[in-house]
């Protein structure tokens, strides 16, 4: 009867029983109800209590990490977030595909979260530390980016699940909760990838999370708790189980934000146990709306499946399903494609059955496991090559608990494994190259001071054990002055006790006045009870072949081989970091462009050896005409440009001027005899304004393109805002206005005789 439903269906709201039932005492109505909640309930609140002590237990643990080798938590990482994205996307198949029942609007604002936490946390599992770039480099910080606006979207999903009233999903509000998740999705996403240096610092490494991530989580926590709150009273009122498995799932996350909360390394415990809870909460939510809401299971079905397979096939790990006698499910497109194998053909067959021509793939698992494993094999392909998986078996469980099988999710791992040989390989033969090498030893009293030398080490440096006194003293006699720091640096903290080794690199005087670069390596032997050095040992071994080798490689890199000129990516760098100059002191600076005139006639009339000496003249020509400071540099072909440091734009022109007055005076001897060239040059300032050199080099090159088109053998300087004209405009050079004219653009020229 609808009164006796109202009533009864509402027991928590009414203040006085329906007129048709019996009275009963309060002691014995509070008792009945407490059972019935607890039975109806009883799961979730299991769950929640089982959840709930094993964090009390944990928080008194230290963050210990259990995973020796970062990759093994990454393989365990990528698996856990893999489940949970699967979940929340069918979380949201089921939602879309409900939306016209009675609580569709609500299902529709829950799935569209859970949409949005599946992109964001598949986002979040690529841009983990040690997962190939995504986008851009991966770091923690990014990582952490889109796991915080997951967890928000998905404590806001659940809010709106908690206080939206009872009403269908029809029409276009359901898509537009959709495409707004989505919105709120890629501008994020957006944000994260364009715009990397708004992210604010979340973990740093060897510390843990800062206290601003502490300060986020924390509240993400109180967010979900106070969802769980809503949802634990919407269910109370409505008496449905899955309402209850909602609000588990609530403290469940609200629990695993506060794991993240306190967390020191990427691989520690609470980093896994944060993992694993936000793992149960999408379980749990799981339940509450595959299991406890379905209204069409089989278009809840193909939805899963159709999600699923899109989500797994873009994964390039190899994964493959099994269930429990090990007979396989199925597989996504990169684990068919190792194996040269279809889909259909796998499925319901083990594999001593589909390998049984390869072993050891015949043998790889007969057996499901019943937890997780994580193991290294060695497998076959068809194409008969051998490759290394590293390989991730876990099982999994339907709502009941009870296991269906298991999940394998392999990574290629042999061309690290070779790499990683390779590097054995290497350090090996370094080993036994050491060894052989003459490497000088040194014996460090630190208290007194005496210090030993080997006969190798003085020989390193041109003398006899007897020329040198057994004192640190004649070993800082040798230091060059330039590289007392670097030392410092280095033995200071080792002599602490803080660093492991001293190491550093320096230069010492030989006797004959020159500088020997060696390599120095220490460690302390012997320390007193106070942890005070007392005794250390080490080597130097002479690298300055290697200094002078890493010097001309260095050499050729930067500079051009013509002209000994820097060269244009040398020159790039100087002009940036004079940018950060001038952003930060205001202080002027100057870029010249400067481009020999009708060049090509030179080469073709006189030949490319002519044409190389005029370069070389040229180089001399303004070489002998530059400050100390300023940078000339070729950037190609008869391009050449000056930078110009604490300069302005009235020195600049004159000294641009000078430059093209001297190189029109000074001719070129080649074979033909004296030959007379010209050089034109665009000017311009640079601007703390400047986004980047390219921007400074646009506005130069355009200045240069006016002083040719002008009639070359002349000077340009270009304005630095719109509508700012040289002469006797305000802004503009005065000098440059008053040799020379103006031109399109409001650029100011300086004529050919100066």
Not at 314 to 323: G, K, T
């Amino acid at each position: 009867m609808p009164q006796a439903r109202s009533c009864g269906g509402r027991p928590f709201r009414t203040r006085r029983p329906c007129a048709r039932e019996p009275r009963t005492p309060p002691a014995r109505g509070a008792l009945t109800v407490a059972t019935s909640v607890l039975q109806r309930f009883r799961h979730p609140l299991q769950a929640t209590a089982l959840l709930g002590g094993l964090f009390l237990v944990s928080i008194f643990l230290p963050p210990t990490s259990p995973f020796a080798d970062p990759q093994n938590y990454l393989a365990l990482h990528s698996g856990l977030e893999i489940f949970s994205i699967v979940v929340a996307g069918m979380v949201f198949a089921l939602g879309w595909n409900l939306r016209r029942g009675a609580r569709g609007g609500r299902l529709v604002c829950l799935g569209a979260a859970c949409l949005a936490a599946a992109l964001l946390d598949f986002a979040h599992l690529m841009s983990y530390p040690g997962m190939p770039a995504f986008v851009t480099p991966n770091d923690a910080d990014k990582a952490i980016a889109f796991w915080l606006m997951a967890r928000l979207l998905g404590a806001l999903g659940l809010l709106a699940h908690a206080l939206l009233p009872e009403r269908e999903g029809r029409g276009p509000l359901a898509a537009w909760t959709v495409l707004g998740a989505l919105v709120i999705t890629l501008a994020w996403s957006w944000l994260i990838l364009a715009h990397p240096q708004v992210l604010p610092v979340g973990f740093i490494e060897g510390q843990g999370v800062t206290p601003l991530e502490s300060a986020l989580e924390g509240g993400l926590a109180l967010l979900y708790l106070a969802a769980a709150v809503l949802l634990a009273r919407r269910a109370l009122a409505d008496g449905e189980a899955a309402g209850g498995w909602l609000a588990a799932a609530a403290v469940t996350m609200a629990l695993a934000e506060l794991y993240f909360a306190r967390y020191i390394a990427a691989g520690d415990l609470y980093n896994a146990l944060g993992h694993a809870y936000k793992l149960a909460a999408f379980v749990m939510i799981y339940r509450a709306v595959f299991v406890s809401g379905v209204r069409a299971p089989q278009l809840a079905l193909a939805a899963e499946r159709a999600l699923l397979r899109g989500l797994i096939d873009s994964v390039p790990d190899l994964i493959a399903f099994r269930d429990r006698e090990g007979r396989y499910l199925g597989c996504n497109k990169a684990f068919a494609d190792a194996y040269g194998i279809r889909e259909a053909a796998l499925v319901g067959r083990s594999d001593g059955e589909v390998f049984a021509d390869r072993l050891p793939l015949a043998e790889a698992g007969r057996e499901t496991v019943s937890r997780a494993e994580n193991h290294e094999e060695w497998l076959e392909a068809r194409d008969g090559t051998v490759r290394l998986l590293d390989t991730l078996r876990t099982p999994y469980f339907d709502a009941e608990g009870r296991q269906l099988g298991e999940i394998r999710i392999s990574r290629d791992f042999t061309e690290r494994r070779r790499v990683r040989e390779q590097i054995a390989e290497r350090e090996r033969r370094l080993m036994l190259a050491l060894e052989g090498a003459e490497l000088g030893l040194w014996d460090w009293d630190v208290p007194s001071g005496r210090t030993t030398f080997s006969p190798v080490w003085c020989r390193m440096l041109g003398y006899t054990p007897d020329e040198l006194a057994a004192g640190i003293s004649a070993w800082e006699s040798l230091v060059h002055p330039d590289d007392w720091s670097d030392i410092r640096n280095s033995l200071e903290p080792h002599l602490r006790g803080v660093n492991e080794a001293y190491r550093a690199e320096y230069r010492l005087r030989h006797k004959s006045g020159h500088w020997v670069w060696v390599l120095a390596a220490g460690r302390v032997l012997d320390r007193g009870d106070g942890g005070e050095a007392v005794r250390m040992v080490g080597i130097h071994q002479d690298i300055s072949q290697r200094k002078a080798m890493e010097e001309s490689l260095l050499q050729l890199a930067t500079s051009d081989p013509l002209t000994g000129l820097w060269n244009r990516r040398h020159f790039v760098e100087v002009v940036r970091g004079e940018l950060g100059r001038v952003r930060r002191n205001q202080a002027p600076a100057a870029l010249l462009l400067m481009d020999l005139d009708f060049f090509k006639r030179v080469n073709d009339t006189h030949g490319h050896a002519a044409g190389d000496e005029v370069l070389r003249h040229f180089t001399a020509t303004v070489s002998a005409q530059l400050r100390e400071a300023d940078v000339f540099a070729r950037l190609g072909g008869e391009e050449f440009a000056v930078l110009l440091p604490c300069i302005d734009s009235l020195g600049a022109v004159r000294v641009a001027d000078r430059l093209r007055r001297v190189v029109a005076d000074s001719p070129a001897s080649i074979d033909a005899g004296p030959l007379h060239y010209s050089v034109s040059i665009g000017a311009t300032m640079l601007d703390a304004r400047d986004e980047s050199y390219e921007v400074a080099y646009a506005r130069a090159d355009e200045a240069l393109y006016a002083a040719k088109h002008a009639g070359r053998n002349r000077v340009v300087l270009a304005p630095l805002m719109s509508g700012e004209v040289g002469g006797d405009e305000p802004g503009g050079n005065q000098e440059a206005s008053h040799h020379g004219r103006a031109i399109p653009g409001g650029s100011s020229t300086t004529s050919p005789s100066g």
